[in-house]
Antibody
């Protein structure tokens, strides 16, 4: 069974650093993209970025570039989302999701949709 | 980014009655490869989102056949033929034709 298990609830102060995790099981983790999706309180879903654990190819939504770092360790089937200096506006639930992809006519791997999701990690940033 | 606009933003439905949610994109979602990368997700209360429909009209495995999707270009619809209590939650459309993933703002379905 495909599973994505995320790390637990975090309560942090502004300015602190944080790294949350997403561990995959039940499938070939290096060969599937992992996405991170933010859900701010009472708001909708917002894609942040994706990583291909097999070669660490990483892509960010422009509004998140430089604000967070996405990484992965394929040896332990785990992806990460990291902040260097948290702000109150980072308070949200963060979901990881496995990304299904297709190969285009040129043979490039094209991420297309999220088929399995983690349970979410609540991050609260407050002084 | 492509802007995805859903209507209505909330829906109150009597169990057993049909429901319909629309999603309009700011640009055509028809890809040069001939496919349309439009998806529907349901986020039940307190849960992670779950995939219902992929590429406009294909039900994901395990999704009941009362859910159906249709549309083309910039206009798409999710229909529930007979709403059940377990269908409550927030429905999102999402595009990935452009090399980003853009969600609609969500439509909240409640039971009357």
């Amino acid at each position: 069974e495909v599973q994505l298990v995320q790390s637990g609830t975090e309560v942090q102060k502004p300015g602190e650093s944080l790294k949350i995790s997403c561990k995959g099981s039940g499938y070939n983790f290096p060969n599937y993209w992992i996405a991170w999706v933010r859900q701010m309180p009472g708001r909708g879903l917002e894609w942040m970025g994706i990583i291909y654990p097999g070669d660490s190819d990483t892509r960010y939504r422009p509004s998140f570039q430089g604000q967070v770092t996405i990484s992965a360790d394929k040896s332990i089937n785990t992806a990460y989302l990291q902040w260097r200096s948290l702000r109150a506006s980072d308070t949200a639930i963060y979901f990881c999701a496995r990304v299904r992809y297709y190969y285009d006519s040129a043979g490039y791997n094209r991420p297309r949709y999220f088929d399995r999701w983690g349970q979410g990690t609540l991050v609260t940033v407050s002084s | 980014d492509i802007v995805m606009t859903q209507t209505p933003l909330s829906l109150s439905v009597t169990p057993g009655q049909p429901a319909s949610i629309s999603c309009r994109s700011s640009q055509s979602l028809l890809h040069s490869d001939g496919k349309t990368y439009l998806y529907w997700y349901l986020q039940k209360p307190g849960q992670s989102p779950q995939l219902l429909i992929y590429e406009v009209s294909n039900r994901f495995p395990g999704v009941p056949d009362r859910f159906s999707g249709s549309g083309s270009g910039t206009y798409f619809t999710l229909r529930i033929s007979r709403v059940e209590a377990e269908d409550v939650g927030i429905y999102y459309c999402m595009q990935s034709t452009q090399p980003t993933f853009d969600f609609g703002q969500g439509t909240k379905l409640e039971m009357k």
